[in-house]
Protein backbone atom coordinates (compact mmCIF):
# COMPACT_ATOMS: atom_id res chain seq x y z
CA UNK A 1 0.00 0.00 0.00
CA UNK A 2 1.09 3.23 -0.70
CA UNK A 3 2.41 4.13 3.34
CA UNK A 4 4.69 1.35 3.14
CA UNK A 5 8.31 1.70 2.02
CA UNK A 6 8.84 3.53 -1.49
CA UNK A 7 10.54 2.43 -4.22
CA UNK A 8 9.46 5.54 -6.18
CA UNK A 9 10.77 5.34 -10.12
CA UNK A 10 10.49 9.16 -10.15
CA UNK A 11 11.92 12.54 -11.28
CA UNK A 12 14.67 14.90 -9.94
CA UNK A 13 12.29 16.94 -7.54
CA UNK A 14 12.91 19.60 -5.95
CA UNK A 15 12.41 19.11 -2.13
CA UNK A 16 12.07 20.75 1.07
CA UNK A 17 12.52 19.87 4.62
CA UNK A 18 10.08 21.09 7.20
CA UNK A 19 9.46 19.73 10.27
CA UNK A 20 11.89 16.78 9.75
CA UNK A 21 9.00 16.32 6.45
CA UNK A 22 9.86 16.16 2.76
CA UNK A 23 7.98 19.16 0.89
CA UNK A 24 7.60 18.99 -2.95
CA UNK A 25 8.06 22.08 -5.46
CA UNK A 26 7.13 21.57 -9.26
CA UNK A 27 10.15 21.41 -11.47
CA UNK A 28 9.64 20.60 -14.93
CA UNK A 29 10.91 17.29 -14.80
CA UNK A 30 8.01 16.36 -12.90
CA UNK A 31 6.23 16.54 -16.01
CA UNK A 32 3.79 13.62 -16.84
CA UNK A 33 3.36 14.64 -20.58
CA UNK A 34 -0.56 16.02 -20.36
CA UNK A 35 -0.95 19.83 -19.65
CA UNK A 36 -4.06 19.69 -17.78
CA UNK A 37 -2.67 17.01 -15.85
CA UNK A 38 0.25 18.70 -14.80
CA UNK A 39 -1.40 22.03 -14.24
CA UNK A 40 -3.70 20.06 -12.02
CA UNK A 41 0.04 18.63 -10.21
CA UNK A 42 1.32 22.02 -9.75
CA UNK A 43 -2.05 23.12 -8.07
CA UNK A 44 -1.95 19.90 -5.41
CA UNK A 45 1.80 21.23 -4.60
CA UNK A 46 0.96 24.13 -4.26
CA UNK A 47 -1.91 23.55 -1.54
CA UNK A 48 0.61 20.65 0.02
CA UNK A 49 3.07 23.87 0.30
CA UNK A 50 0.44 25.87 1.96
CA UNK A 51 -0.17 23.19 4.59
CA UNK A 52 3.78 22.81 5.05
CA UNK A 53 3.67 27.02 4.92
CA UNK A 54 1.43 26.72 8.16
CA UNK A 55 3.96 24.31 10.00
CA UNK A 56 6.59 26.83 9.67
CA UNK A 57 4.49 29.62 11.22
CA UNK A 58 2.36 28.52 14.57
CA UNK A 59 0.33 31.79 14.22
CA UNK A 60 -0.78 30.16 10.64
CA UNK A 61 -1.79 26.87 11.85
CA UNK A 62 -5.57 28.07 11.95
CA UNK A 63 -5.68 27.97 8.20
CA UNK A 64 -4.80 24.28 8.21
CA UNK A 65 -8.29 23.13 8.50
CA UNK A 66 -9.37 25.44 5.08
CA UNK A 67 -6.09 24.33 3.68
CA UNK A 68 -6.79 20.62 4.18
CA UNK A 69 -10.21 21.25 3.04
CA UNK A 70 -9.19 23.18 -0.62
CA UNK A 71 -6.67 20.43 -1.11
CA UNK A 72 -9.24 17.64 -1.08
CA UNK A 73 -11.64 19.06 -3.40
CA UNK A 74 -8.50 19.89 -5.71
CA UNK A 75 -7.91 16.42 -5.07
CA UNK A 76 -11.10 15.22 -5.89
CA UNK A 77 -11.26 17.13 -9.23
CA UNK A 78 -8.15 15.88 -9.99
CA UNK A 79 -8.94 12.45 -9.40
CA UNK A 80 -12.73 12.69 -11.57
CA UNK A 81 -10.31 14.40 -14.46
CA UNK A 82 -7.95 11.33 -14.44
CA UNK A 83 -10.79 8.67 -14.32
CA UNK A 84 -12.87 10.11 -17.16
CA UNK A 85 -9.42 10.19 -19.30
CA UNK A 86 -9.06 6.63 -18.09
CA UNK A 87 -12.38 5.60 -19.67
CA UNK A 88 -12.27 7.75 -22.12
CA UNK A 89 -8.94 6.02 -23.36
CA UNK A 90 -10.07 2.37 -21.88
CA UNK A 91 -7.19 2.13 -20.07
CA UNK A 92 -6.26 -1.17 -18.80
CA UNK A 93 -4.48 -0.05 -15.55
CA UNK A 94 -7.57 2.05 -14.56
CA UNK A 95 -8.71 -0.01 -11.29
CA UNK A 96 -5.50 0.09 -10.09
CA UNK A 97 -4.95 3.65 -10.13
CA UNK A 98 -8.81 4.48 -9.09
CA UNK A 99 -7.95 2.46 -5.95
CA UNK A 100 -4.81 4.51 -5.22
CA UNK A 101 -7.15 7.34 -5.53
CA UNK A 102 -9.95 5.96 -2.96
CA UNK A 103 -7.25 4.99 -0.60
CA UNK A 104 -5.50 8.38 -0.43
CA UNK A 105 -8.86 10.16 -0.76
CA UNK A 106 -10.40 8.16 2.48
CA UNK A 107 -7.01 8.33 4.44
CA UNK A 108 -6.98 12.65 3.89
CA UNK A 109 -10.60 12.41 4.72
CA UNK A 110 -10.61 10.50 7.89
CA UNK A 111 -7.67 12.30 8.91
CA UNK A 112 -9.37 15.39 8.42
CA UNK A 113 -12.23 13.89 10.09
CA UNK A 114 -10.07 12.73 13.01
CA UNK A 115 -7.65 15.26 13.95
CA UNK A 116 -8.31 17.63 16.59
CA UNK A 117 -5.67 20.04 16.21
CA UNK A 118 -3.95 22.12 13.28
CA UNK A 119 -0.58 21.03 14.50
CA UNK A 120 -1.57 17.57 14.00
CA UNK A 121 -3.33 17.66 10.57
CA UNK A 122 -0.06 19.46 9.14
CA UNK A 123 2.26 17.03 10.68
CA UNK A 124 -0.23 13.82 9.59
CA UNK A 125 -0.66 15.40 6.02
CA UNK A 126 2.82 16.62 5.41
CA UNK A 127 4.06 13.41 6.73
CA UNK A 128 1.70 11.38 4.02
CA UNK A 129 1.16 13.33 1.36
CA UNK A 130 4.39 14.23 -0.20
CA UNK A 131 6.01 11.11 -0.70
CA UNK A 132 2.74 9.72 -1.97
CA UNK A 133 1.75 12.14 -4.82
CA UNK A 134 5.86 11.80 -5.91
CA UNK A 135 5.27 8.03 -5.76
CA UNK A 136 1.69 8.36 -7.30
CA UNK A 137 2.85 10.61 -10.35
CA UNK A 138 6.12 9.09 -10.98
CA UNK A 139 4.31 5.61 -11.36
CA UNK A 140 0.64 5.71 -11.98
CA UNK A 141 -0.31 9.07 -13.36
CA UNK A 142 3.01 8.71 -15.78
CA UNK A 143 1.55 5.42 -17.43
CA UNK A 144 -1.29 6.93 -17.78
CA UNK A 145 -0.21 9.73 -19.63
CA UNK A 146 2.01 7.46 -21.60
CA UNK A 147 -0.02 4.93 -22.17
CA UNK A 148 -3.18 7.93 -23.30
CA UNK A 149 -0.36 9.38 -25.68
CA UNK A 150 0.17 6.54 -27.38
CA UNK A 151 -3.63 5.89 -27.77
CA UNK A 152 -3.94 8.99 -29.84
CA UNK A 153 -1.10 8.41 -31.26
CA UNK A 154 0.56 10.78 -30.62
CA UNK A 155 4.40 10.86 -29.03
CA UNK A 156 5.03 11.01 -25.49
CA UNK A 157 6.77 13.87 -24.54
CA UNK A 158 8.04 14.21 -20.67
CA UNK A 159 11.27 13.76 -19.18
CA UNK A 160 12.52 9.91 -18.45
CA UNK A 161 12.05 8.72 -14.94
CA UNK A 162 14.98 9.29 -12.58
CA UNK A 163 15.42 7.46 -9.41
CA UNK A 164 13.90 9.39 -6.03
Known sequence: MFWQ????????YKKEIIMGFMALSWTDDMSVGDDLVDRQHREILSLI??????????????????????????????FAEEERQMLDIRYAGADTHRRDHDAMARTLRTLRASVRT???????????LP????????????ELCHHAALRLGVMPHFHPARRF
Open 5 to 12: AFHVRSHN
Open 49 to 78: ARMSGCAKKPAAQDEAFPAMTALLACLDEH
Open 118 to 128: PADLIRATITI
Open 131 to 142: RWVASHQANLDR
